[in-house]
């Protein structure tokens, strides 16, 4: 009996410091540095230069200080044996390419990756944005009068203008980029403007918003597949800011993580 009750007692302390154990997750909502076919591009001309390497040494050398194990980057996760050979290339000095070196995940991914032999993993789950239901909702209802008591006519709130990264140094334009303000002005377009895409039993505009949720949950996933709990202690997710903002309310809601802010990794 005595021996039941230690062996339950040890169970339970076991369980209570593993459920206290989180793991750190550094979310870093990114621009493309490259030509995208994204609607909210950047253009990024002087990545080459001696300043912006700088900043880029400068943002690695923070996020290796911070003890970053493994990352996550927005690459299909089919093509994991190519994002390798990629890396390895970079590696071993190799890796010429401007376009292919122009990519964020080699900036910053690469750079940080290189430094201790990180694991670098393609955790996004491709699938393009099917626009042509809401062009049809928009062409049946062209001539649609608009009703300025509708929720949807509610005036545009982000008149905030942020700083251009032309005038911005690296650091301090991730931070801008990740924050409350911004990742809100980030997905208003899929939590407002979609959602008047219907009526009644007609929800055009919820099915275009849930097919890019659908597609970050399938990233969430990928990571969390990925994930080695007795090593991967602190973790980057390098993607695009449209899922790292999404991406952020799953791992919001999920006990063994705890969120940190780029603020806290840049000081």
């Keep these: ?24 997750i550094i979310l870093m909502g990114t621009f493309h540095y490259g030509a ?26 923070k996020l ?19 994002s390798d050979s990629l890396y390895d290339a970079y590696k071993n000095g190799v890796l010429k390419d401007s376009v292919l070196l122009r990519r964020e995940e080699v900036q910053v991914a690469f750079r940080l990756g290189k430094i201790n032999n990180l694991p ?18 928009e062409k049946k209802h062209k001539d649609d009068k608009p009703n300025p008591d509708s929720f949807f006519e509610v005036p545009y709130p982000f ?30 377009d899929y939590l407002h403007y979609a959602m008047a895409y219907g ?11 849930l ?3 659908d597609r970050n949950l399938k990233i969430y996933n990928n990571i969390l597949r990925s994930i080695d ?5 602190v973790i980057l997710v390098l993607f695009g800011a449209a899922h790292t903002n999404i991406i952020r309310q799953f791992f919001v809601n999920h006990p063994y993580f705890e969120i940190i802010e780029l603020e806290t990794v840049f000081k």
């Design 1 to 24: 009996m005595k021996k039941a009750l230690l062996f339950l007692l040890i169970g339970l302390t076991s369980f209570a410091q593993t459920k206290n154990e989180k793991i750190k």
């Design 120 to 137: 670098i993993i393609a955790a996004d789950n491709r699938q393009d944005l099917d626009y042509s239901p809401m062009n049809e909702y």
């Design 64 to 82: 290796n200080a911070f003890g970053v194990k493994k990352i996550f980057v927005e690459t299909d996760f089919r093509q994991q044996k190519k």
């Design 159 to 188: 008149t905030e203008k942020l700083k251009k990264l032309s005038e911005t140094p690296l650091p301090d334009y991730y931070i801008q980029l990740n924050s409350p303000y911004a990742r809100q002005a980030n997905q208003y």
């Design 199 to 209: 009526e009644k039993d007609d929800f055009t505009g919820e099915q275009f918003t």
């Design 36 to 61: 995208t076919g994204d609607r909210n591009s950047t253009s990024f001309k002087d990545l080459f230069s001696e300043k912006r390497q700088k900043e880029l040494d400068f943002i690695t050398s």
């Design 211 to 213: 097919s890019f949720y």
């Design 229 to 233: 709990i007795k090593k991967d202690k």
